[in-house]
């Protein structure tokens, strides 16, 4: 499975989870280490997915179109069925981070009917297919239009050819794709990162007079620059799809922002941020969950904790060669530490329910924490994670029934029962993101998306492509195409080693990155860390992100 994006943006750092198992000091729960029984699952209430509404602070009365390539290309170029895949996980990237604005349709832009634009509010056009089928219904009123129109990427050049009088009405015009590779996006006085392996699909803009304002300056590392993004009238390009090999600091942010500030010009300006607590189970040291409560309380910071109910270590890999089980029940005072720190403004997420999969090395040792729970993965011969695809027993009754036990373990000890889930290492099928969104109000990661997912616009489907994983992260909340609120986690964690293609990541990374975010006009700045690396990282990142402007709220004040 190609993996397009870096793994850390889409994955938790692995690194220091088995860092964590190894070190970790033991509790012991019995004396053949089995554990207690399984608590009795509870069914859960299920909720109807809220496909194309808007989410937390965007309007359901305000809709836009999203138009994509669905692979028809004009004549007589043959479909473009490959790039279709892409074109439509590019159409779904955009109509969640539109859904901060308003609701949302997704349309193939060939199914275009003449006058369709006067049911919505605002039109955005992704253009990822060269050549893609753009009827002259679809050109004649975008080229007539009040409304705010988003266009990215390709096929400019058929709206101008179309319409020719529109480069000096709006002041540009089109030109050739660059030949050399962006490396920089500047927005907002700020340089934006590009990937170079993303390619050269930038296309060239000229702009003839200062009717037209440059958003943002794409820049190659020779120092030739062209507008990256350009705005006139109630039209706005971009020159290119931001979505591949999105990175830290990335120029996906400029979009983001872009299509925040068309869609919802009255948007508050703000800074937000979030802390979250990963990987706590019933062998995590209670006093490391109350070292950082001590801190985080008493620094005033809302916080929250990702804990998995259920200790699984089938081969023993980190307890001397003995198999070791555990859950909640079995560790009364981590139960007593969490209580605290719900009591001092901590909030409870679910992080999987044994965050690993059966005995099978998903992808290192079946160990809780430190494996995959909903996905399969593999370490392939060069040391990288690679990821293949749902597990066998994937389906709507194995993901709730998992979910059911694990928030029985919470009962039964006298947790809040979670309202946000939180997929182990954001890996799971379109099945599981779907059920998570039926059982739980939010998710509190990044999301994994699949072709095929919304095909013919319709989204909803869970049978789809898994031959790419695509990943995206949030710079604020949204209701992504499962119909989920979803609280984001966009800057990563403190990470002491490289390991597999994951690097090292430090403090001074992580305030990096959410120093770019500040070019996001509504911006949620969020981080996760582990509770093993003790208290001076953690210090070093939450009063450095103080020092940026950012306030800590808690997920709940988010997904509002």
Same mark, same amino acid.
């Given at each position: ?49 809220? &496909? ?70 605002? #039109?955005?056009?992704? %253009? ?15 080229? +007539? ?22 480069? %000096? ?26 990937? /170079? ?48 090999? #999105? =990175?830290?600091?990335?120029? !996906? ?7 925040? =500030? ?14 979250? &607590? ?7 040291? /209670? ?33 001397? =060669? ?41 992808? !290192? ?20 994670? +690679? ?22 373990? *919470? ?9 946000? *889930? ?5 890996? =799971? ?37 898994? +031959? ?7 710079? !604020?909340?949204?209701?992504? #195409? ?45 981080? !996760?860390?582990?509770? *093993? ?8 990142? #939450? ?7 950012? +306030? ?9």
């Amino acid at each position: 499975m190609k993996q397009r994006f870096p793994a850390w943006l889409r994955l938790g750092m692995i690194v220091v989870a088995v860092v964590s198992l190894v070190g970790g000091i033991v509790v012991v729960v019995s004396d053949d280490g089995s554990g207690s029984e399984a608590a009795s699952p509870i069914e859960p209430v299920l909720r109807q997915p809220k &496909i194309g509404l808007a989410g937390p602070g965007g309007r359901d009365d305000r809709r836009t179109l999203v138009l994509f390539d669905d692979g028809r290309r004009l004549r007589p170029s043959p479909p473009a069925t490959q790039v279709a895949e892409e074109a439509q996980a590019n159409a779904i990237q955009t109509a969640n981070l539109i859904s901060r604005s308003t609701a949302w349709r997704m349309l193939p832009a060939a199914d275009y009917r003449s006058g369709q634009l006067n049911e919505y509010q605002a #039109v955005v056009y992704v %253009g990822t297919v060269y050549g893609a089928q753009l009827p002259p219904a679809l050109l004649d009123d975008l080229s +007539r239009t009040r409304l705010p129109v988003v266009w990215m990427g390709s096929n400019i050049w058929q709206l101008f050819d179309h319409t020719p009088a529109l480069a %000096g009405k709006w002041g540009w015009t089109w030109a050739p794709f660059r030949e050399d590779k962006v490396t920089t996006v500047s927005y907002r006085d700020t340089d934006l990162r590009r990937d /170079p392996n993303a390619g050269v699909d930038v296309v060239g803009v000229r702009v003839t007079s200062p009717k037209a304002k440059v958003l943002a300056q794409a820049e190659s590392a020779e120092g030739v620059s062209s507008p990256w993004a350009v705005h006139s009238g109630s039209f706005t390009y971009l020159a290119e799809v931001p979505y591949s090999y #999105v =990175g830290a600091g990335d120029r !996906y942010l400029a979009a983001a922002d872009i299509l925040l =500030g068309v869609l919802a010009p009255d948007a508050p300006a703000r800074r937000r941020a979030l802390v979250r &607590i990963e990987d706590i189970g019933p062998r995590t040291p /209670p006093v490391e969950v109350r070292a950082i409560t001590d801190y985080l309380s008493g620094h005033g910071v809302p916080f929250s904790l990702a804990v998995y109910p259920y200790y699984a270590d089938p081969h023993g890999a980190a307890n001397g =060669g003995k198999p070791t089980f555990a859950r909640l029940v079995d560790s009364p005072e981590l139960v007593a530490a969490l209580r605290d720190a719900v009591a001092r403004g901590g909030t409870l997420v679910m992080h999987g329910y044994s965050h690993q999969y059966n005995e099978t090395d998903n992808p !290192y040792s079946g160990t809780s924490a430190a494996d995959y729970e909903f996905y399969r993965a593999t370490v392939d011969h060069q040391d990288n994670v +690679r990821l293949s695809g749902p597990v066998p027993e994937d389906s709507p009754e194995w993901f709730r029934g998992r979910v059911a036990t694990g928030l029985a373990e *919470f009962d039964r000890v006298g947790l809040p029962r979670p309202d946000a *889930f939180e997929f182990p290492h954001y890996g =799971g099928s379109a099945v599981d993101y779907q059920e998570a969104g039926r059982v739980f109000p939010m998710r509190y990661d990044r999301g994994s998306y699949y072709a095929g997912q919304c095909d013919g616009g319709h989204c909803g489907r869970t049978d789809v492509s898994y +031959r790419e994983v695509y990943g995206q992260f949030f710079p !604020y909340a949204v209701r992504d #195409v499962y119909g989920t609120v979803v609280v984001p986690e966009n800057v990563g964690n403190v990470a002491p080693a490289k390991f597999n293609q994951h690097d090292a990541r430090t403090a001074d990374d992580i305030l990096a990155d959410a120093k770019t975010h500040r070019v996001v006009t509504d911006s949620v700045v969020s981080f !996760y860390y582990h509770s *093993f690396l003790g208290i001076g990282d953690l210090r070093k990142v #939450v009063e450095g992100i103080e020092g940026l402007g950012y +306030r800590f709220v808690s997920p709940a004040a988010v997904a509002a």
